[in-house]
Antibody, heavy 117, light 117 residues
Framework: QVQMVQSGAEVKTPGASVKISCKASGYTFTSYYIHWVRQAPGQGLEWMGV????????YYAQKFQGRVTMTRDTSTSTVYMEMSSLRSEDTAVYYC??????????WGQGTLVTVSS | QPVLTQPSSHSASSGASVRLTCMLSSGFSVGDFWIRWYQQKPGNPPRYLLYYHSDSNKGQGSGVPSRFSGSNDASANAGILRISGLQPEDEADYYCGTWHSNSKTQVFGGGTKLTVL
């Protein structure tokens, strides 16, 4: 069965960086794009960007350009999302999600990132 | 890029039908987009419900009851999620989303908190 398993919660100080992993299993890793979506406490969904696991090509939301980097490791079927220059407003649950043709069909369990001094 | 606007909250009685709206910003036509709908309950990632583009191009998520359905309201330039026979377990946040191919951007609405009375 398809699973997207994310790394554990992180606590960071302002200005630091964080790198979250999302390990996919149960399907051919390179066949589906993987997106990253975050959700601040009590807020809605915010799209961050997407990576094509096949070639590694990425597209980022304009808001995160220059601060977010998405990479993948095909040998372990894992995608990574790294965000730098963290600030308190980046406190959120970060999700990876597999993109089926028309929709996000499988989501990771979410990774809580807390940015606090 | 387009903006999707959803009412922040909606309430209805158990057994009733509700119509949740997702309005597309000016300059974009809802008929040109595939609107996806997601349901999110506290502490869980979103769950895909369905997508709607036209009566001949729509899809239901796996295991999603037929009492969840999608449509468009061209006059309001909005996507619609209809839930009939409301049940207590339908109480959740509902998000619409769409992929804007020109800008390679995923857009989400702000979400509607549905309360079942």
């Amino acid at each position: 069965q398809v699973q997207m398993v994310q790394s554990g919660a992180e606590v960071k100080t302002p200005g630091a960086s964080v790198k979250i992993s999302c390990k996919a299993s149960g399907y051919t890793f390179t066949s589906y794009y993987i997106h990253w979506v975050r959700q601040a406490p009590g807020q809605g969904l915010e799209w961050m960007g997407v990576i094509n696991p096949s070639g590694g090509k990425t597209y980022y939301a304009q808001k995160f350009q220059g601060r977010v980097t998405m990479t993948r490791d095909t040998s372990t079927s894992t995608v990574y999302m790294e965000m730098s220059s963290l600030r308190s407003e980046d406190t959120a649950v970060y999700y990876c999600a597999r993109k089926q043709t028309n929709y996000f069909d499988y989501w990771g369990q979410g990774t809580l990132v807390t940015v606090s001094s | 890029q387009p903006v999707l606007t959803q009412p922040s909250s909606h309430s209805a009685s158990s057994g009733a039908s509700v119509r949740l709206t997702c309005m597309l910003s000016s300059g974009f036509s809802v008929g040109d987009f595939w609107i996806r709908w997601y349901q999110q309950k506290p502490g869980n990632p979103p769950r895909y419900l369905l997508y709607y583009h036209s009566d001949s191009n729509k899809g239901q998520g796996s295991g999603v009851p037929s009492r969840f359905s999608g449509s468009n309201d061209a006059s309001a330039n909005a996507g619609i999620l209809r839930i009939s026979g409301l049940q207590p377990e339908d109480e959740a946040d509902y998000y619409c989303g769409t992929w804007h191919s020109n800008s390679k951007t995923q857009v989400f609405g702000g979400g509607t908190k549905l309360t079942v009375l």
